[in-house]
């Protein structure tokens, strides 16, 4: 009971504090001219961008296939973006539980050890962590910075630590694994046999980055990723006439993916708003009414094809799923 009191504590103090953030920033919008501000968009660097958010769950549905290199061919990449658009719908709608994670595991549990999966997904947020510190190290110079956005050298050390470390855990896993077994021999054999092979099973995922071919891919898509993360919003400050370039796209990008880490609300509502508007304000002199409306179709965009695709994916697997029931109830009768 706790515990749930707690979750939707977090969940509501996402809300408020994000609810609390856009109208300080935004309290003098009139709601008619963030409504005109929309309808002027460019709706062709909208359609633009709504490829671009759709186009990224199919790149990291690709990179997820090669983090499995020696299944990978037995993992129909269909599968995975369905697994994918389904993990995203429900880490929307419920991220208090972590029901993205939770959903991926599961699906594909029954092809592949899970601990195997989750270290997978360990390693597409290491990746992705590095791809971001690094790319805004590469971009802050080019940035006139407001003071409050804190030391991007710290984010790039973090980037690194990761990376290393992720990589010499890639390159030790079998003296990691003979550790394991010797530790777990001291635990009661029913105990010390489970956790050696969860351990064990995780490792083999982060083994993944010793296979050249497969590392390559899984790093050019990782990089793919990234930049479909940065052309979404660069392609609406040209929607909106917004003076700014793919620096700020990139800046942008970072500042969201970080900040909404820790977020609880469904759908992150209120806080991506607040994000966006707390890092364009600063930056640009544009009106607010048109960085509000930048913000709200931004987050829209960004949600549409989670939310559709991932209706769209659980009607899919219902029908699939009703289907295999309905052949296998005619088989028994023809059986009996």
Known sequence: MKQHIQKWGRMLLSVGVGAVGVWLLARDVAV????????????GYVAGAVAVVFLTPLLKAWRWRWLFPAEAADLPLLHLIR????????????PIARLGEVSRVVLLGGRIPRAQILSTLVVEKVLEVVMVVL?????????????NMGQPQTWALLGVGLLVGLAAVAYTAEPLTRLS??????LPAAVGGRLHKL????????????????????LAASVGVVMLYWLAPYLLFQAFAIPLGPAEAVLLNGVLLLGLVPSSAPGNVGVFEFLCLAVLRPLDATDEATLLGFALLFHGIVLLPQLVGGVLAVGVWGEVGAGRQRSGGAEEQRGS
């Open 199 to 218: 351990i064990a099973t995780g490792l083999q995922g982060v083994m993944a980055l010793r296979h050249g071919r497969a590392l390559g891919r899984v």
């Open 181 to 186: 077994e010797r530790v777990t021999n001291w």
């Open 32 to 43: 008619a001219d963030v409504f005109t501000a929309a309808g002027q968009a460019h709706w």
């Open 83 to 94: 697994i994918i658009l389904v993990a995203m719908f429900f880490g929307q709608i419920v």
């Open 135 to 147: 790319s805004l190290l590469l971009v802050l110079p080019l940035v006139a910075m407001p003071p």
